[in-house]
């Protein structure tokens, strides 16, 4: 345990944010998504919400201001999915920290196949799966982070 860091990340997930480099994605998935499948890099985790993990994923990871949206999610493929609850919640999350846009199933899992890792959840909530953009960090003239 470390004094301001969230209990919802564990020491794999810290190596990977910050191994991670500007325009490098991070996939946060459901139980349901083929992590093990797609992923280049596979973290497996016991959150139980992928709204949570993001979260506190977002309390250390700045996102990428030079793209129209560093956030994606996976949209619904049948209209009585479009009021799925993680989206709900996880645009709540979400929204304060950039644009998101809603990408399809089969794009999603393009992008997966691209990102520099992917984080599997025990959230069983359909559609609860987002991609981030990692931003930079500025650093003072000390070196330290601004």
Known sequence: MLIGISAQLPPDLLHVLASMG??????????NFPAAK????LVQTTADSTTRLSKAVLSLLPLDEF??????L??????????????ADLSVVLASHGKIEQTDRNAFYERATQAFAVVSTADARPYANVILRKGVIALNAAGYVC
């Open 22 to 31: 500007h325009g490098d994605e991070l996939v946060i998935a459901d139980a």
């Open 38 to 41: 797609l992923a280049r890099l």
């Open 67 to 72: 793209v129209a949206a560093p956030i994606a």
């Open 74 to 87: 996976m949209a619904p493929a049948r209209s009585q999915d479009q009021t799925a609850p993680a989206l």
